[in-house]
Each structure stands twice: as structure tokens, then as C-alpha cells.
């Protein structure tokens, strides 16, 4: 966006960063930020110590949030119908078809062009007139990563910023650093043909002195730092806030402190501002948060697409340790034509000892596991959709949200249990779930020790599924099996 700038910074051609690491560096073409003194991937997410490998893998949220940006294509489209429950019920529930019925600025539905959106996804149908209503009303939406809650919120702000008042009037609230510079970047290329309007970055690292005025109109950031800006520096006025935006509401509870610190922002907000929340999940928890924060909302919810297990034909191998897993395992590559293929394991360690073993029987393996930066996750991932290598050896660090369609076995290399030593059912579908996605045929093995068995027919049970047992050794029945 074209504002003078006071910080130096150069037009972006408006380019959302694909790589981290350009939004992890200092750069110029993110406007409003100044003295920024931003950590580098290796102070932030340097690699581990060798003991946490005696560790399951843990899964952060705010880093699976982000690596399911940086590695979605396209926009994920669902065939469910959006629920509504509005604030008013007599109200007419208005919803478009095309951009054009909005009456947006024509900068910014060329912006949205520009962007190669031709219509409003599924989400946006619905959420954007309510979003442009008037008066405001507030809004909570829920929908699954990749449907379009961050596109329509953006274009929500920028539909409602008064370019010609030079104080902030939107403030954005994101769980982390990362997450908070993706959406400036999607406010950034949206509206980069709004002239007169800027955003600036209120995150760890972007120093303004005590009584600067900030002049954006939209503010991105986390929630420590906002509340500095607000309270501490006194940077910008809360009570000139017209829209307030808390996005991954999800992932910000999951986060220690921010619930509390979001809320305390959200008080000071004047009555009129409007108040808009996004989750990509529906847990309880994330609703009572909601309610906390959002007086009197209309409630979206977009169902997410239910995963299957009907094309997936599961089987299992008993094996004692991990060397009659591998046994199992070349076994399996010896008798049937593998595609490509997804290895679970539960610890990073069994992940490399496992990539090593196969590396030295000639396989092309590529390791994901929660030691590698997100960037580098991404790109293992890609590498992966692109066939470069056939085998992915992880840990859980990838059992969601990752589509390789023409994965067609997933191996359990331990079968997945959560703190309590119980199945994780959930998991399971996820990781099985990869597979015969869009109704191919696929094969899901799992490599079970006798003492885990009860783990076993619980899933059965859980699934109302059979999982056949199969003996590792016996290679003509393996070769039976039919995709
Ligand atoms: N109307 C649209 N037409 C085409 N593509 C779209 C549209 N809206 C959004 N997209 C694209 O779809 C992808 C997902 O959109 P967006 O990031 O807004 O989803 P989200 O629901 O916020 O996801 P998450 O929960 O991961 O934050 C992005 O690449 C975005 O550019
Ligand atoms: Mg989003």
C-alpha cells in the first residue's frame, strides 16, 4: 500500500512471503515496521538437544498453524452447508455470490482480483455481508484451515479503514510473531492498491518509542505487545479501534497468557467497535472463550469434511521390537508395489533410526520431526508431493492437514496413544486418514507389540473396523493383499 512511509520502506510488489525465513528477516517492505530487530530461525527455533529425543514428538499448535499456511496451495473447499445462528433471527440472512454484490472501493476489489480470487469461498458467502453490515454486528466464525477466514477479515478491515484519518482504527490479534506477519502480508497484498492505507506490526522486536503516534490504520500483532502499545507506551488509542480482530482463536488459547491478556484488551474496546473472532476448530473451549470475549455475535460455523476410514484396508504385523518392525516392513516393500508411502513413528529418535535403516536398503527417505524449523517442514513436505523421495518417515509433527494425494500406505510404526497411554483415536484417523483420500484404495499397516494389543481392538472397536492381522513373514500372504 502506498503510504508515505516514515520507516524507509520500499513498495513490496505485494509478493506474500513464501519463505519463513523472508518473514523472519528484517525487511524493508514491510511498512510500518522500524528498528526492528527481529530474531533470526536459528535464535528462534534452533534445534534441539539430543534428550528431548527420549520424547514423543510434541505438536505445537501455533507451528502446525503456520506450517499449514506455508505448505496450502489453494483454498480448501468443503461441500458442507455454513450454520448460522444469528443475532437477530427476524433479521434477513443476506449472502453473496460474487465480490461485486459487496460494493467494495474498486482499489480493493482489484486487490482481490489481483489476488486470483473470482468468487467468495463458501465461508466468505455468508460471514462477508454480515462482516459489512451496518450497523457492525459482531461475528464468530469457525471453519477449517484454508477456508477463508483470514481473506475475509482482511477484507473486512479494509473495507472499513478511513484512509484519510492517519491513526489506527483495526487491531488484529494473532497468537505468535509468525502467525501475525502472515495476515499483514495478506493485508498487504489485498490492499495493495489502497493508497492511502497502511498496517504496522505491533510484535516482540518492533521498538517504538514512548509517545510516537502511529499513523497505520491497521494493526497486527500479539497480544503482550498490543497491550504495551496500548497501556505502557500509550502508541495508540484503544478507544479509536472501530473493527477488533482475534484470529486463531484456537491456537490463542492453547497459548499460556494470551487468553487473558486478549481479554484485557478487548474490555478497554469502545462499545461500538466491532468485534470479530476466527477459530479453525470447534472445542468447547474455544466457544466459552469466544462468549467471554464477543458480546451478542452471529455464530458461522462451517463443518469440516468427515474422514473416513471405508477405502482404507487396515492390517496388521505383532512384532516385539523395533528390528521385527523393519523386518515387517521390508517385507511389505518385497512383496507389493508401494507408491509412496508415510511412516509414523512416536519419537524423533525411532524417525532417524528408522531413515538410516532404510537409507542403507537403497530407499529415498526424507524425515520430518519437530527438530526442523517450519520452513524447512514445508519444504520437506513439498519435496515429498513432488516424488523427489518415495518414504516419509515423522513423527506427529505431520499426522494433519498434510495432502499427498498419491500416498497409498501409511504405516504405524507404534500405534499412536495420547498422555494417558490410551488409543489416540483422533490421531489415527488423521494419520490413516492421509490415505485413500477422494476415494481411492489404500493400505494402513500397523506394527503392534503383543503387550499393545488391547490398544489395537480398542481402535477396532472404536471404528467399528476390522484390522486384519498379517504375518510378517509370510511374504505370499502379504502379497495377497489387493489395493
Ligand atoms: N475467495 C477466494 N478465492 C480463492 N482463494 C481464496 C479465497 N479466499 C481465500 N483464498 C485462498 O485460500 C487460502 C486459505 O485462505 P485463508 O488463509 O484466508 O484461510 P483460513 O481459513 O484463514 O485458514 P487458517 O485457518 O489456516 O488461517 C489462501 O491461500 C487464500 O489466498
Ligand atoms: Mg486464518
Redesign the pocket.
Known amino acids: 500500500m502506498g503510504s508515505p512511509e516514515r520507516g524507509g520502506g520500499e513498495r513490496d510488489s505485494g509478493r506474500?512471503a513464501h519463505s519463513f525465513s523472508q518473514l523472519c528477516t528484517p525487511r524493508r517492505s514491510l511498512r510500518g515496521i522500524r528498528n526492528a530487530n527481529f530474531p533470526t530461525l536459528g535464535e528462534k527455533y534452533g534445534s534441539h538437544g539430543e534428550e528431548e529425543d527420549k520424547e514423543d514428538d510434541k505438536v505445537d499448535v501455533a507451528e502446525n498453524?503456520l506450517l499449514?499456511?506455508l505448505i496450502?496451495?489453494?483454498?480448501?473447499e468443503s461441500s458442507h452447508h455454513v450454520e448460522v445462528l444469528q443475532r437477530d433471527p427476524s433479521s434477513p440472512l443476506f449472502s453473496v455470490k460474487t465480490?461485486e454484490e459487496l460494493r467494495l472501493k474498486t482499489e480493493l476489489l482489484q486487490g482481490?482480483y489481483a489476488?486470483?480470487?473470482?468468487?467468495?469461498?463458501k465461508?466468505?458467502e455468508t460471514a462477508l455481508p454480515m462482516m459489512l453490515a451496518d450497523p457492525p454486528q459482531n461475528l464468530i466464525a469457525q471453519?477449517?484451515?484454508?477456508?477463508?477466514?483470514?481473506?475475509?477479515f482482511?477484507l473486512a478491515m479494509l473495507s472499513r479503514v478511513n484512509g484519510a484519518e492517519k491513526f489506527p482504527q483495526c487491531l488484529c490479534l494473532a497468537p505468535t510473531y509468525e502467525l501475525a506477519l502472515q495476515t499483514g502480508h495478506?493485508v498487504e497484498k489485498m490492499g495493495k492498491l489502497c493508497v492511502n492505507i497502511s498496517v504496522t506490526y505491533a510484535v516482540r522486536g518492533n521498538r517504538i518509542p514512548r509517545g510516537t503516534k502511529i499513523e497505520e490504520q491497521i494493526v497486527i500483532g500479539t497480544p503482550g505487545t498490543v497491550l504495551d502499545w496500548c497501556f505502557k507506551l500509550r502508541l495508540l488509542d484503544v478507544k479509536k479501534i472501530s473493527v477488533f480482530v482475534l484470529?486463531?482463536a484456537d491456537v490463542m488459547i492453547d497459548t499460556q497468557g494470551f487468553l487473558d491478556q486478549s481479554i484485557r484488551i478487548q474490555r478497554t474496546l469502545p462499545q461500538n467497535c466491532q468485534m470479530l473472532l476466527?477459530s479453525?476448530t470447534f472445542e468447547d473451549a474455544v466457544l466459552r472463550f469466544a462468549e467471554q470475549i464477543i458480546p451478542d455475535p452471529n455464530i458461522i460455523k462451517l463443518r469440516r469434511e468427515e474422514m473416513t476410514l471405508t477405502n482404507i484396508r487396515q492390517y496388521y504385523f505383532l512384532c516385539e521390537n523395533k528390528q521385527d518392525k523393519y523386518k515387517a516392513l521390508c517385507n511389505i516393500y518385497g512383496s507389493i508395489t508401494v507408491g509412496q508411502a508415510i511412516i509414523f513413528c512416536q519419537t524423533r529418535r525411532n524417525a532417524k533410526w528408522l531413515s538410516l535403516e532404510l537409507t542403507k536398503d537403497g530407499h529415498k527417505v526424507s524425515v520430518l520431526s519437530g527438530e526442523l524449523t517450519v520452513e524447512q517442514r514445508a519444504a520437506v513436505i513439498q519435496r515429498f508431493r513432488d516424488g523427489k523421495e518415495k518414504v516419509l518417515v515423522t513423527t506427529n509433527v505431520c499426522a494433519r492437514g498434510i495432502d499427498v494425494k498419491q500416498v497409498t500406505i501409511v504405516v504405524n510404526f507404534k500405534l499412536p496413544i495420547n498422555q494417558l497411554q490410551c488409543p489416540d483415536f483422533e490421531t489415527y484417523l488423521h494419520r490413516i486418514g492421509r490415505a485413500g483420500r477422494f476415494g481411492k484404495k489404500s493400505l494402513a499397516f500397523n506394527m503392534v507389540e503383543r503387550h499393545n494389543l488391547p490398544l489395537l481392538h480398542r481402535i477396532e472397536e472404536h471404528f467399528k473396523t476390522k484390522i486384519k492381522q498379517l504375518d510378517p513373514n509370510d511374504m505370499d500372504e502379504i502379497e495377497k493383499i489387493e489395493y
Open positions: 506474500l498453524s499449514n499456511k496450502r496451495k489453494s483454498l480448501v465480490f482481490i489476488m486470483g480470487f473470482n468468487r467468495p469461498s465461508i466468505q471453519s477449517q484451515s484454508g477456508t477463508g477466514k483470514t481473506a475475509a482482511v495478506v484470529d486463531e476466527f479453525a
